[in-house]
Structure formats: C-alpha cells, structure tokens
C-alpha cells in the first residue's frame, strides 16, 4: 500500500459570484475532518460577506492582491504573501482591484460550510 496519494481531481466546489475554488484535500474531496487545502481564483470586484469561521485559515497569494478586513482593520496581501487567521475571528474576505487574485487557502480543521458562521 502505498503511504501516499496524489490528488490530480480536486473538488470544483459550486459557485455562483464567480470565484474558482478547487479542494485537493478536505471533506467534500478526499473525506479529510482535519485539513482542507484548496486553490482559488478570487475575480475582480469580488467580496464575500462578513464571518467568524470555526476554523484557523491560512491564506498564500500566488498572483494578484486580497483585502482581508479583521476587527475592522483593512488588510492587503500581494503575491507572496501570506497569513493566518484565527479561528473565531470576525473577518470579510474580497477582492476589490481590477485583476484576479489566485491563491491557496488552508483551513484547520476542515472547512465546511456549516462552520462558516456568515453574516446576513
């Protein structure tokens, strides 16, 4: 048995905004509780509403910009960027430039929309 498994399927996770999200790894691609890894497109003028997932995320920008607003304060990462958020942490996620942002996101553990927490 081999100790290892190369995803070359991910999960395209439905959307309707526009944005491209591919889980490698987590619950809805390979069953995993404890991680997802995921590639994303976020495109122009794109913006999710305010949450407080149940999960820590980390986020690397591969290409292009993201704001990040946590307790109120505007965040910008550019590509080769990175950073973590903590679980239980109010934050809105967007991309309000005029290209795509292409990055990898990681939730611990796995996101699911259940422990997502939006705001109305």
Request: one cysteine or more; hydrophobic letters at 35%.
């Amino acid at each position: 048995m081999k100790k290892y498994f190369i995803q070359s399927t991910p999960f395209v996770v439905p959307t309707t905004d526009g944005k491209l999200i591919e889980e490698h790894h987590g619950k809805a691609s390979t069953a995993n509780n404890d991680i997802s890894i995921a590639h994303m497109v976020a495109p122009p003028k794109w913006s999710e509403p305010f949450q407080t997932p149940d999960f820590e995320e980390y986020t690397y920008i591969i290409k292009g910009k993201k704001q990040f607003i946590i307790d109120d304060e505007i965040i910008i990462l550019e590509a080769g960027q990175s950073i973590k958020i903590e679980k239980n942490t109010r934050v809105q996620y967007s991309n309000p430039f005029d290209e795509s942002c292409e990055y990898i996101a990681i939730c611990k553990p796995a996101f699911s929309i259940e422990n997502v927490n939006r705001e109305d």
